[in-house]
């Protein structure tokens, strides 16, 4: 029992330490958030988005096909965490709380096979992409 509570604590654990390392932390002087400051990196991002995004229409030619590769590039990035989270997941199921239960084993490994399946798909689409819209386009 403390095992499996020990494991879940410490998966969340990673969990959040995930979700905290990818924002970036700023210095608060007492009450104070400099709003300037945070609205000046909101037009950046969306600068630097509309560039990207720039930079996929001129790659690709056309605008659909430029957003669609956009999309897909950002499906891409973001599936990477969200499927690590799930394999974890499916191995509590399977080593930590299937011992004793074959249904729990059961379903801990189709949570993981499910999991490794969309993080395959959602890797090799962008690129299956780019070959059937540059190879067959010319």
């Not at 020990?6 to 958030?33: D, N, R, Y």
């Not at 990207?52 to 001129?58: F, G, N, S």
């Not at 690590?84 to 801990?108: C, E, H, N, T």
Request: with cysteine; glycine share 8%.
């Amino acid at each position: 029992m403390i095992k499996k509570v020990s494991i879940i604590v410490l998966i969340f654990v990673i969990f959040f330490g995930m979700c905290t390392s990818f924002t970036k932390s700023f210095a608060v002087t007492g009450e104070e958030v400099l709003e300037s400051e945070q609205a000046t990196e909101l037009v950046e991002i969306k600068e630097s988005a509309k560039d990207k995004l720039a930079d996929y229409i001129e790659k690709y030619g056309s605008t659909p096909f430029g957003v669609t590769a956009y999309i897909l590039n950002i499906i891409r990035i973001y599936s990477i965490p969200f499927c690590f989270v799930g394999i974890a997941v499916g191995s509590i199921y399977q080593y930590v709380l299937g011992i004793r239960k074959l249904d729990v084993r059961d379903r801990g490994f189709m949570l993981i096979i499910t999991f490794v399946t969309i993080l395959l798909i959602c890797q090799v689409l962008p690129l299956v992409f780019a070959i059937v819209v540059n190879g067959w386009r010319g």
